[in-house]
């Protein structure tokens, strides 16, 4: 696999469930990034590691928790959540997370809350 | 503040016609940086170009033409030739050092390019 992989493509899930997202990056790169894109706005970074460490985190709501057990993989844990939190969950990495780095972007997973 | 306005929410054009995606942007940052992405209907950003703030230099890729000019905080983004294939949505987006590792987006413009 190259680039930027995320899974699952597509999820559905109730309020009281809990889910996680899965990105995994084959780039080498070593920050990685999670932004939501709803409908009609613009899309909205979320969290931001570099090295495995948490260096930005835009006021997102405690029912979204990140992991990022090593530099190729990011999760973003689900639990509680709400039908505005339907989106699509978009996954990217850059190489060394420095301001004018390029980010690639994974496919994306499209979340709906039901 | 940090912005990026694409006033173009839709464009229509057909195939072989020459299409221009306009991209305003706002800063106070002197040093910034300046994206394009592809988003076509599978869903995933496609990167394009990335331009730095100290490089107004114009820059062509085959059809694909950027005009970076800082006298009026613009970057826009022409396609000579289009094709079907160029049907999607286009972000322009910013990165300064004030804004930390976060791009920020404008909310694109839809192409759709018809046969």
């Known amino acids: 696999e190259t680039g930027v992989t995320q899974t699952p493509r597509h999820l559905v899930m109730g309020m009281t469930n809990k889910k996680s997202l899965k990105c995994e990056q084959h780039?080498?790169?070593?920050?990685m990034y999670w932004y939501k894109q709803s409908a009609k706005k613009p899309l909205e970074l979320m969290f931001v590691?570099?090295?495995?460490?948490?260096?930005e985190n835009n006021s997102v709501p405690s029912r979204f928790s990140p992991e990022c057990p090593n530099s190729s993989h990011l999760f973003l844990h689900l639990h509680t959540l709400q039908p505005e939190d339907s989106a699509l969950y978009l996954c990217a990495s850059s190489r060394g997370g420095r301001v004018g780095d390029e980010q690639y972007f994974g496919p994306g997973t499209r979340l709906t809350v039901t | 503040a940090q912005k990026v306005t694409q006033a173009q929410t839709e464009i229509s054009v057909v195939e072989k016609e020459d299409v221009t995606l306009d991209c305003v942007y706002e800063t106070r940052d002197t040093t910034y940086y300046l994206f394009w992405y592809k988003q076509p209907p599978s869903g995933e950003l496609v990167f394009l170009i990335r331009?730095?703030?100290?490089?107004?230099q114009n820059e062509i890729s085959g059809r694909y033409s950027w005009n970076f000019q800082k006298s009026t905080s613009s970057f826009n983004f022409t396609i000579t030739a289009s094709q079907v294939v160029d049907s999607a949505v286009y972000f322009c987006a910013l990165l300064s050092h004030q804004a930390g590792t976060a791009l920020i987006f404008g909310k694109g413009t839809t192409l759709s390019v018809s046969s």
């Open positions: 331009r730095n703030s100290f490089d107004e």
């Open positions: 590691y570099s090295l495995e460490e948490r260096v």
């Open positions: 780039l080498g790169h070593n920050a």
